[in-house]
């Protein structure tokens, strides 16, 4: 029997609702093929963690987390008890960058029994995966102020792009763009007008598509293709994106295809040489935190993508049909929450799914 060591971090408000439900879908598909999962619950990178002891992480999380195969994360972040940045920088952003998760993966695909806010679109109609850059890029700290509080107070940050950083992310995109049927990717860029990263992201680009021949590619300006996106969304497979840009199309995508509460994230160490976090695309929700109503499908859907990352593809694709069996139900079938228009719990959308898990063919 197959074993994977598992940390699971549920955080705050309905992160410690949803990651529930996405345990008991996971163990139900485990059952199903034979894979034995050890779970191991940790209480930090919370705002009762921080309450206690005034950090978001002990000082040794990362000998704690490090032997883990991945870590099942539901949200952080409780504004009315520690900052966001706080919360942000102090948890997660240092599982990120201490594990070199550079690769940030968010499927995008409208589900049967969800609307779009897209007239007129079907299921099928979107499905496709956003690939951020997840290290590097816009989002560097190198910069600063001068001339402060004069009329000359000019501002400056930088972009940092290293070949290294690019090729690795470009890599992992064309491989997954190789592995899916359509074999297209699209990558963002805004040459046109950043004249000197931007450029050199395309050279990247065009230097490692000479070695995916089979791979279809095409590129777009970011504007243009924020455009595209809402226009003619079935006309993408892969997106690879710097780590602004992939920023903006992951929650574009997503918005897209119906509620928040659907959408799955990934933050990948493809090496393996560190663990891999899984979690939803949303927050901690305060607004719906402690009413059980909040739609468990993305950390279920996370719990689809580490199965497939930790090579249990049949199972992954398993799961995901059980969620989309239940969805296609509708709101008069299936116990949906309100954000889908029903007026199911989380637990009973959660019980829903597993249950499919087990029936299912
Ligand atoms: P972030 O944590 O990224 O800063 P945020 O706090 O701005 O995000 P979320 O916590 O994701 O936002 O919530 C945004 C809105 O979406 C809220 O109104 C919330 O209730 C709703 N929402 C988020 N997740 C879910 C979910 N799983 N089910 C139903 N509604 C959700
Ligand atoms: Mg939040």
């Known amino acids: 029997m197959t074993a994977h060591r598992i940390?699971?971090?549920?955080?705050?408000?309905?992160?410690?609702?949803?990651?529930?439900?996405?345990?008991?879908?996971?163990?139900?598909?485990?059952d199903r093929f034979g894979l034995r999962l050890h779970l191991d619950t940790f209480g930090f990178a919370s705002a009762a963690y921080w309450q206690r002891h005034g950090t978001m992480?002990?000082?040794?999380?990362?000998?704690?987390?490090?032997?883990?195969?991945?870590?099942?994360?539901?949200?952080?972040?409780?504004p009315a008890v520690v900052p966001d940045h706080v919360s942000l920088w102090g948890s997660l952003l240092q599982f990120r960058r201490t594990f070199d998760q550079y690769v940030n993966l968010r499927p995008c695909r409208l589900m049967p029994g969800v609307r779009s806010p897209l007239a007129g679109r079907e299921p099928g109609d979107i499905d496709f995966v956003v690939v951020r850059e997840n290290t590097e890029g816009e989002y560097s700290s190198v910069g600063g102020r001068v001339f402060e509080g004069t009329d000359r107070e000019t501002v400056l940050q930088e972009t940092i792009m290293t070949r290294v950083g690019v090729d690795r992310v470009l890599r992992y995109a064309f491989d997954l763009a190789a592995r899916r049927p359509a074999r297209?990717?699209?990558?963002?860029?805004k040459s046109n007008g950043i004249s000197i990263s931007m450029p050199y992201w395309d050279e990247r680009v065009a230097a490692t598509a000479g070695r995916y021949p089979g791979?279809?590619?095409?590129?777009?300006?970011?504007?243009?293709?924020?455009?595209?996106?809402?226009?003619?969304?079935?006309?993408?497979?892969?997106?690879?994106?710097?780590?602004?840009?992939?920023?903006?199309?992951?929650?574009?995508?997503?918005?897209?295809?119906?509620?928040?509460?659907i959408a799955p994230s990934a933050?990948?160490?493809?090496?393996?040489?560190?663990?891999?976090?899984?979690?939803?695309?949303?927050?901690?929700?305060?607004?719906i935190a402690g009413k059980g109503i909040a739609n468990p499908v993305g950390q279920i859907?996370?719990?689809?993508?580490?199965?497939?990352?930790?090579?249990?593809?049949?199972?992954?694709?398993?799961?995901?049909?059980a969620v989309e069996d239940v969805l296609a139900l509708g709101p008069r079938g299936a116990p949906l929450t309100p954000d889908l228009h029903g007026t199911g719990t989380t637990a009973e959308l959660g019980h829903a799914i597993a249950e499919r898990v087990r029936e299912r063919p």
């Not at 297209?184 to 860029?189: C, I, K, Q, Y």
């Not at 160490?269 to 929700?285: I, Q, W």
Request: glycine letters at 10%; proline letters at 7%.
């Open 184 to 189: 297209h990717l699209t990558s963002a860029t």
């Open 215 to 261: 791979v279809r590619l095409d590129k777009y300006h970011i504007d243009a293709l924020a455009a595209q996106f809402v226009l003619h969304p079935d006309r993408f497979d892969v997106v690879v994106a710097s780590n602004l840009f992939g920023d903006i199309l992951s929650d574009l995508g997503p918005a897209c295809t119906g509620t928040l509460g």
């Open 7 to 30: 940390a699971v971090i549920p955080g705050d408000g309905i992160g410690t609702e949803v990651v529930p439900a996405g345990l008991e879908a996971l163990q139900a598909t485990a």
């Open 267 to 287: 933050n990948i160490n493809p090496e393996r040489d560190h663990p891999s976090l899984f979690e939803p695309v949303h927050g901690s929700a305060p607004d």
């Open 301 to 321: 859907w996370c719990g689809s993508m580490m199965l497939e990352h930790l090579g249990h593809p049949e199972a992954a694709a398993h799961l995901l049909g």
């Open 57 to 78: 992480l002990p000082a040794d999380w990362e000998q704690t987390l490090r032997g883990y195969d991945a870590i099942y994360f539901g949200a952080v972040g409780w």
